[in-house]
């Protein structure tokens, strides 16, 4: 049986493929090669694409789409001079062809010329049957001119054309957030939802809002919509777990997070968030195998090793914490929250070596929290290594100059050090700057405090 474009969809393309391959010479009209172009477009099969444009212009050598597919291509491998120089000759053809403007202001936006693209996409507004997509474009333009308040606009207008573009949505309610207009975004909301009751994305958003805005009842309120509207829509039982969650009603969280795992392949954050709420309703064992699900699903998720040491070390079972989290520097080395366990881990086991390596480790990989340069220095200190602990705290300094914490610790190590001018030098700036931070001498260095010259000085200050 002969095959004809009614019984077979891919026909031309078939037809394409199997004259590129006898080299015989096929006639297609213009709209089939438009087609065949298209869809090796979708596919990204870029050389096909070129092939049928090539072979198409010159059975019909004045089609204008077909060169505008040439321009495109030209566009995307960033051949801009060449594209501009089609699109020109393009325009002396076809002046009122609005395709011609948009690739023109795609030119102009990839050479970052974006308050030219928007004059361009205008003009193309003017001649379009699909303003959707113009005003689209056109919200692009003003994103990267950082024009929110005209994006949000366009993106409205794209709506008002197309209520199923949940792009634009998304875009306006992102234009909302960057202006921190929230409860305009709530009354836009509620106004879009009005006439289109049953988007799910509206009341998915609704609901993020409200949930922002710690309206927790209305936000469960929107989730349920949107689950009502899409029964499979996974975004939506996430949110609303999360919601639940802040309800303290975690029985009902578990039962969302867990319809999304029958809708769909499993999750780490799903898995997580169970394991939580197990863990706040004090069941132990479901919480730990949850937590095990989740660094399964997602070895490199910090958040699930993180869940499993803070567990155990909630616990006080600190040497299943330290093994957790050797694992976890195993898998990932340079995190640097599982180094902060290790440092933290250690130090309650009286690993006090091991703890300051985990701080000098933090620190390498560049880490420089006051906490962290206090904590490896006390270490430091308790190990009897006073040369390490008074470097360690003058590069601690860099960072936090005529910090009182770091000087008073400075002025106890250098009179440990016997640099009792570097002490004296220390303390007083440490007393010029938070003398009620005299404890941490009085309780780190004693000795250096019941000392008579250094009692002298204090004295002098408080």
Not at 149 to 166: H, R, T, V
Not at 222 to 244: C, N, P, Q, R, W
Request: proline share 2%.
């Amino acid at each position: 049986m002969q095959l004809s474009e009614h019984n077979e969809p891919n026909f031309s393309v078939n037809r394409f493929e199997k004259m590129l391959k006898t080299n015989n010479v096929f006639f297609f009209d213009s709209i089939e090669f438009e087609r065949i172009i298209e869809h090796y477009l979708d596919l990204a099969k870029i050389p096909l694409a070129k092939k049928a444009i090539k072979i198409g212009l010159e059975q019909h050598p004045n089609s204008i789409t077909l060169m505008l597919f040439k321009v495109e291509l030209y566009i995307f491998e960033d051949r801009l001079d060449v594209a501009d120089q089609l699109l020109n000759k393009l325009y002396t053809l076809n002046p009122n062809n609005d395709e011609l403007y948009i690739q023109k202001a795609t030119v102009q936006s990839k050479r970052n010329q974006h308050k030219e693209a928007v004059k361009t996409l205008k003009i193309a507004l003017n001649l379009t049957d699909d303003k959707a997509d113009v005003y689209s474009l056109l919200g692009m333009e003003y994103l990267f001119l950082e024009e929110f308040e005209n994006a949000k606009k366009c993106y409205q207008l794209c709506l008002s054309e197309d209520n199923q573009d949940y792009a634009a949505l998304y875009n306006v309610i992102y234009c909302f957030d960057f202006l921190e207009q929230h409860q305009e975004a709530i009354t836009f909301l509620n106004d879009f939802l009005d006439t289109n009751p049953y988007s799910e994305v509206g009341w998915h958003q609704l609901g993020k809002q409200y949930l922002s805005a710690n309206e927790n009842k209305k936000a469960l309120t929107a989730f349920d919509f949107a689950i009502i509207s899409e029964d499979t829509f996974i975004g939506a039982y996430f949110e609303k777990g999360k919601v639940l969650e802040k309800l303290e009603r975690y029985q009902e969280a578990i039962e969302n997070y867990l319809l999304t795992l029958q809708l769909d392949d499993p999750t780490s954050f799903a898995y997580l968030r169970i394991g939580k709420c197990y863990e706040k309703l004090d069941n132990e064992e479901m919480a730990i195998q949850y937590y095990y699900k989740t660094v399964h699903e997602d070895p490199l998720l910090d958040k699930g090793w993180q869940a499993i040491t803070d567990y155990y070390y909630k616990l006080k079972n600190y040497q299943k914490a330290l093994y957790y989290t050797n694992k976890a520097i195993a898998i990932d080395g340079a995190n640097i929250s599982y180094w902060k366990r290790y440092a933290q881990i250690n130090f309650k086991l009286s690993f006090y070596e091991e703890a300051e390596r985990g701080y000098q480790k933090i620190i390498e990989l560049g880490n420089y929290e006051l906490t962290t340069w206090l904590k490896r220095s006390d270490l430091l200190h308790q190990l009897g290594e006073i040369n390490a602990a008074i470097q360690n705290l003058l590069k601690g300094l860099e960072f936090y100059p005529e910090n009182a914490e770091i000087e008073f610790r400075l002025a106890g190590l250098y009179y440990l050090a016997n640099e009792p001018q570097k002490g004296q030098y220390h303390l007083v700036n440490a007393l010029q700057e938070e003398k009620e931070y005299v404890m941490i001498l009085e309780e780190l260095f004693t000795r250096v405090y019941n000392r008579k010259s250094v009692k002298e000085i204090i004295d002098k200050y408080l």
